[in-house]
């Protein structure tokens, strides 16, 4: 049995059966060096692996995610699947979560696991992905307990103008002066809905879309906090989806401000036409 | 001059005026030692107060503060107070809470500063302190962005009797069962308002009294954790109200879930009355 092949197992499971899991994660992104496994970085996605090999006691769980997040973002609604033999689901019956919970890191939870269709595909399968990054400008800095999530702006921000400027952002658009170049990959997106709050000196932006290029959130909330700080006027941010490359003026925000809140799928039924449609999409 | 008398650089100033500074602090208690100064420890006084002969350019400032909290407890609404030289203060202006955003640690901030009458007392003209003690109850662990202000409850939680048991705690009562001894300290308190929520998974213990003695918050919440379990009945932490000294029946709930939100003074027309009436009580 290959190491390389995770579902080795599972296929040779004796009962034949294989069923497919959902997960939902939250983690504190700060002392991972992101989602995706990489070769001697402590990594979510490994973390969570090896604790699946671990309590259902298989040779290898390859987990699918809705968002790969950078080194350092944070989630609280993070979905992901995998596939296992049902024997080794049965074995634990509902336990998973609660042994989970024992195995892993407080940095990082695993709130819920359950069967879900054949066809439900974390990252796929999801009609759109929201992300908010919370940012304080009061002079005093951030307050302490929020600190690991919440970014500290040393200047006041108008919030009316960035969210206006954010208004403008929304759309099916080429985000690709956003967007970390990785080949292959399109920078065609539709932003659904993007906002931007104040709460006393808490400013939240939330942005929501069917998908996010490679530090596309962040370049945005760069973008916006240039607008914010009167740097640059209300259309500049637009202004960039005309660009056909990376733009070098857009700062990318701290990872440490933004997080993963919430990934929504289409009912059962709809679950095996969404992946369809997405993967034409995406090639 | 000596270092034992912080208060004798103000008494020396050539103007002889001195002003009364107001601090509002919030911190991250889990690196400190708690508040109070204590030799090779780091606690928040010794912070702030080194900050304040840093900033301020005086040989000391001895903060005198509303709540002096334990190891690991945190603090959002902490307020202390300090005198220093009319000269020392307008050179600095309203900068002093950017400077000290400067330099303390992001584990600790001095949210706003100002002069107060010479009447105002951080301790003794308090009306009120307030706690919240939070708690999750979720099986799968608190999540990890909050972990470090929030409990993690193994076994659910019936919020709705614990909050009937706090009820039956509100009162003037001597609180001994739930204090830790100090010499020539009353225990006597009036607990003012005493509520447990549930909002999802979480758990919120909100306590106000005119004061509260050593690890009081922490055993009522104990107690009250007891009683959510079903170890106990709704009138067990009531009939303790009765003990004449420290019950070992109370479990003191872990630091880490414990912040100080609000602190409460009269309006300053009523300061001086306040501060003679509370030291008279006390003593």
Redesign the interface.
């Known amino acids: 049995m290959s190491e390389a092949d995770p579902h080795a197992r599972v296929r040779l499971d004796m009962s034949g059966e294989v069923v497919r899991v959902r997960l939902d994660i939250?983690?504190?992104g700060s002392d991972f060096a992101g989602w995706a496994t990489q070769p001697g970085q402590r990594t979510v996605q490994a973390t969570i692996e090896d604790a699946l090999r671990m309590v259902l006691r298989v040779d290898g769980a390859a987990l699918t995610v809705a968002g790969r997040t950078d080194a350092g973002v944070?989630a609280?609604g993070q979905v992901a699947h995998f596939d296992v033999s049902m024997s080794a689901w049965e074995a634990l019956g509902t336990t998973l979560?609660?042994r989970?919970?024992g195995v892993?890191h407080?940095?990082?939870?695993?709130?819920?696991a359950r069967i879900v269709p054949a066809e439900f595909d974390a990252r796929f399968g999801a009609l759109w992905r929201r992300y908010v990054y919370c940012i304080s400008d009061?002079?005093?800095?951030?307050?302490?307990?929020t600190?690991?999530?919440v970014l500290?702006w040393p200047r006041p921000l108008d919030v009316e103008t960035m969210n206006a400027a954010a208004q403008r952002l929304v759309g099916l658009h080429d985000y690709v002066a956003f967007c970390r170049w990785r080949e292959g990959a399109t920078t065609i997106r539709t932003v659904q809905e993007f906002t931007v709050r104040r709460e006393q000196d808490l400013v939240t932006c939330s942005v929501r879309a069917d998908a996010f290029c490679h530090s596309m959130v962040r370049s945005l909330v760069g973008s916006l906090l240039a607008v914010g700080e009167g740097r640059h006027d209300v259309d500049w941010p637009a202004s960039l989806l005309l660009a056909t490359s990376r733009s070098d003026h857009v700062a990318v925000a701290p990872a440490h401000g933004l997080?993963l809140v919430e990934v929504r799928y289409p009912p059962d039924d709809e679950l095996a036409a969404r992946t369809e449609q997405t993967r034409a999409r995406r090639t």
């Open positions: 939250s983690y504190d944070h609280t979560v609660r989970l919970a892993l407080p940095d990082v939870r695993v709130h819920e009061r002079e005093s800095g951030v307050d302490p307990l600190r690991g999530f500290s997080t």
